[in-house]
């Protein structure tokens, strides 16, 4: 089964920046090609959030609004990991982030993943989650 694991998290300064890690394991007859990762996010009292989606397999990435410019989205094939470049960090970035899987089976194709990719209930796997914290 596939299983993510989430790192890179912890306290900064707002202005500053963070890198996030998922590594992807557990593929049997698939590979890293085979699904999308998303990254989501969870603040304290609302909603768990899709910030950044990527499709390894072609390179195509998507950003919610108010991460777009600031987060970059990238992959590492040989090491199967994605990444969350995070820059410019501001308070409102605080959360618990999470790195989760969806299968390539699920969202077809990426013109159809671009339309679906923040809905978190669409994703199978998920990984454990990493707290990020920004001090203003």
């Known amino acids: 089964d596939v299983q993510l694991q989430a790192s890179g998290g912890g306290l900064v300064q707002a202005g500053e920046s963070l890198r996030l890690s998922c590594t992807i394991s557990?593929?049997?007859?698939?590979?890293?090609?085979?699904?999308?990762i998303g990254w989501f996010r969870q603040a304290p009292g609302k909603e768990r959030e899709g910030i950044s989606c990527?499709?390894?397999?072609?390179?195509?990435?998507f950003y919610r609004g108010s991460v777009e410019g600031r987060f970059t989205a990238s992959s590492d094939k040989a090491k199967n990991t994605v990444f969350l470049q995070m820059a410019n960090l501001n308070p409102d970035d605080t959360a618990v982030y999470y790195c989760?899987?969806?299968?390539?089976?699920?969202?077809?194709?990426?013109?159809?993943?671009?339309?679906?990719?923040?809905?978190?209930?669409?994703?199978?796997?998920w990984g454990q989650g990493t707290q990020v914290t920004v001090s203003s």
């Open positions: 557990g593929f049997t007859f698939d590979s890293l090609d085979d699904y999308a």
């Open positions: 990527i499709n390894p397999d072609d390179g195509a990435t």
């Open positions: 989760a899987a969806i299968s390539r089976l699920l969202y077809g194709n990426t013109r159809h993943l671009k339309s679906t990719w923040k809905n978190s209930n669409r994703y199978d796997w």
